[in-house]
T-cell receptor, first 114, second 112 residues
Framework: IAGITQAPTSQILAAGRRMTLRCTQDMRHNAMYWYRQDLGLGLRLIHYSNTAGTTGKGEVPDGYSVSRANTDDFPLTLASAVPSQTSVYFC?????????????FGQGTRLTVV | QKEVEQNSGPLSVPEGAIASLNCTYSDRVSQSFFWYRQYSGKSPELIMSIYSNGDKEDGRFTAQLNKASQYVSLLIRDSQPSDSATYLCAVRVNTNAGKSTFGDGTTLTVKP
């Protein structure tokens, strides 16, 4: 089934640890995104990638890094987790970075930093 | 001022009624507008997109766009309990690397 897959679905992480959230899509979409969703704050963009080999910073990039080595994968890394990074993380993709193309979302990763 | 603002909610309507969800945006060059539905504990899913002024209808859903007033709305006719969810408005400036900005969402409850 075509779509976008995130792993893990949930994780409890000790503060200071390094963690990579995985995201893979098989729709051959050019653009991919990482959002975090916190109660009352909606979806906030962390990083994005318009095409393989390029990345950009979103609204809340501090403490996170991404890479886009190929079209399908867009991992998000927390170098040293802090409790304020407790959130639900959504990966998304769209066919093109511009124009009238909507985003498709993964199922989310619920991360708790203790 | 937030770039995208939605009714603070929660919004409660009886089954069969029309639910009206509103969204305003601040960037006048915004070109693409999306409504996503998000059930509790689930990921957002697209239900409507609109790019031109006027109305766009899809089944029980109608999106309305007024670029002069920087306003986009979603009407849900004959509301059903299964429509109970949080509705997210997203706005994209197509020259800004395709990044969409989301509102905080409006939670809708349809009571049987």
């Amino acid at each position: 089934i075509a779509g976008i897959t995130q792993a893990p679905t949930s994780q409890i992480l000790a503060a200071g640890r390094r963690m990579t959230l995985r995201c893979t899509q098989d729709m051959r979409h050019n653009a991919m995104y990482w959002y975090r969703q916190d109660l009352g704050l909606g979806l906030r963009l962390i990083h994005y990638s318009n095409t393989a080999g390029t990345t950009g910073k979103g609204e809340v990039p501090d403490g996170y890094s991404v890479s886009r080595a190929n079209t399908d994968d867009f991992p998000l890394t927390l170098a040293s987790a802090v409790p304020s990074q407790t959130s639900v993380y959504f990966c998304a993709s769209s066919l093109q970075p511009d124009g009238n193309t909507e985003a498709f979302f993964g199922q989310g990763t619920r991360l708790t930093v203790v | 001022q937030k770039e995208v603002e939605q009714n603070s909610g929660p919004l409660s309507v009886p089954e069969g009624a029309i639910a009206s969800l509103n969204c305003t945006y601040s960037d006048r060059v915004s070109q693409s507008f999306f409504w996503y539905r998000q059930y509790s504990g689930k990921s957002p899913e697209l239900i409507m997109s609109i790019y031109s002024n006027g109305d766009k209808e899809d089944g029980r859903f109608t999106a309305q766009l007024n670029k002069a007033s920087q306003y986009v709305s979603l009407l849900i006719r004959d509301s059903q309990p299964s429509d109970s969810a949080t509705y997210l408005c997203a706005v994209r400036v197509n020259t800004n690397a395709g990044k969409s900005t989301f509102g905080d969402g409006t939670t809708l409850t349809v009571k049987p």
